[in-house]
């Protein structure tokens, strides 16, 4: 078995996740605040466009790139939300953007290639670079900053070995939304970017840039999981230039053959009608982040600088613990309250927590006050 796969850690938000219904088949009640999953339900207009795929017979495989319909309307999505024009054989549609990530880097990475990402930063990321023999280097990133990704700092890491620098906005797990000055200077720096937009549209103050309005010399990754509330769907794509559209169109065939056909006609009514639903979250979601920030503030847990982004808060927890993983695991068996342990982000966020906001405003409350009660009472908070 190859090194890269037995060495891969595991996904902690998903461990944490996956102890939480071992404990609810039980029969406790679990708050859950780990994983990012939107807790709504998928837009009936995009319900609607899938069963309509379904009674038509469009069930049968799509050319490896998508149907043209969904890379079109992609295309005036990016026109409409960014004044940017791409072209529809610049789109690749995956099963996901994970899978989009994926074909990248494999078009990508030769061994030894280096990719500079943030830390803390998506568990996934470093595994799949690693995965295809290249080297993740890191930019630490700082709570007092407000977690700003500092193009200064990205450039001090910049060698001969550079292949990319992968950014993600609005963010997982911190929140922070990457401003055009920070992303414009990114995108000058020379080497390919990689973006993860997988949460645009999902901004609080202000408006989320994508990297592609400041440079062709860029790939992007998204997908329709977190703004339409379609993670079962498997439906993202990718966005690559034009030099590199037909070698990850051949990864895509051989590796994936084309994403599900019904999720891609959903995904046309997704992005033609479902903007008053994505608005309806959007403006939940901010009130869902307001509560939970003055709940996790409330319980003593250090958040200097609010995020603004995505759907989630991560918390300086060190003051009850150092070691995130155990704390976590802690907080689930004792106070019956699921959250991701930091070091799943990354050296960087040891010791710190993140909540996810993807859930009721009244899940929210209750975790927050399960928590609240047991670490008033928690015994010997430095011997854990």
Request: charged fraction near 20%; proline fraction near 6%; include cysteine.
């Amino acid at each position: 078995m190859r090194d890269a796969v037995v060495n891969m850690p595991p996904f902690y938000a998903m461990e944490v996740f996956e102890r939480a219904q071992e404990l609810e088949r039980q029969g406790r009640s679990i708050a859950h605040l780990e994983v990012g999953e939107p807790d709504f339900p998928t837009p009936q207009c995009v319900v609607e466009a899938a069963k309509k795929a379904i009674d038509e017979g469009k069930t049968h495989y799509t050319a490896s790139v998508g149907i043209p319909e969904l890379r079109q309307a992609i295309c005036d999505a990016f026109l409409e939300r960014y004044n940017v024009s791409i072209s529809p054989d610049q789109i690749i549609v995956t099963n996901g953007s994970s899978p989009a990530l994926l074909l990248i880097f494999s078009a990508l990475l030769e061994e030894g290639d280096e990719v500079i990402m943030s830390d803390p930063h998506y568990p996934c990321y470093t595994n799949v670079v690693e995965f295809l023999d290249g080297k993740p280097v890191f930019v630490n990133l700082h709570e007092e900053d407000g977690f700003e990704y500092n193009p200064l700092d990205i450039q001090k890491k910049i060698s001969p070995k550079t292949k990319a620098i992968l950014i993600n906005s609005p963010a997982n797990p911190t929140g922070h939304v990457i401003g055009a000055k920070a992303m414009s200077e990114i995108a000058s720096l020379g080497p390919t970017v990689v973006s993860d937009e997988v949460y645009s549209g999902l901004a609080y103050n202000g408006k989320e840039h994508s990297i592609l309005e400041f440079t062709d010399n860029a790939f992007v990754a998204d997908g329709f999981s977190k703004r339409y509330s379609m993670t079962g769907w498997r439906l993202g794509y990718l966005i690559a230039p034009k030099s590199y559209v037909q070698p990850v169109r051949k990864l895509m065939q051989n590796l994936f053959i084309a994403a599900n056909t019904v999720s891609q006609w959903a995904g046309v009514a997704a992005l033609k009608e479902a903007g008053p639903d994505v608005k309806y979250m959007v403006n939940l979601f901010n009130q869902r982040r307001k509560i939970m920030l003055k709940g996790v503030r409330k319980i003593g847990l250090g958040v200097p600088v609010e995020p603004n982004g995505a759907f989630y808060v991560l918390a300086n927890a060190k003051k009850f613990s150092v070691n995130s993983l155990n704390f976590a695991f802690e907080l689930l068996e004792e106070a019956s309250v699921g959250v991701t342990p930091g070091i799943d982000f990354g050296r960087n966020t040891e010791g710190y927590i993140r909540f996810s906001y993807a859930n009721s405003i009244e899940n929210i409350y209750n975790g927050i006050k399960r928590l609240e009660g047991y670490l008033k009472n928690r015994q010997d908070p430095q011997s854990r």
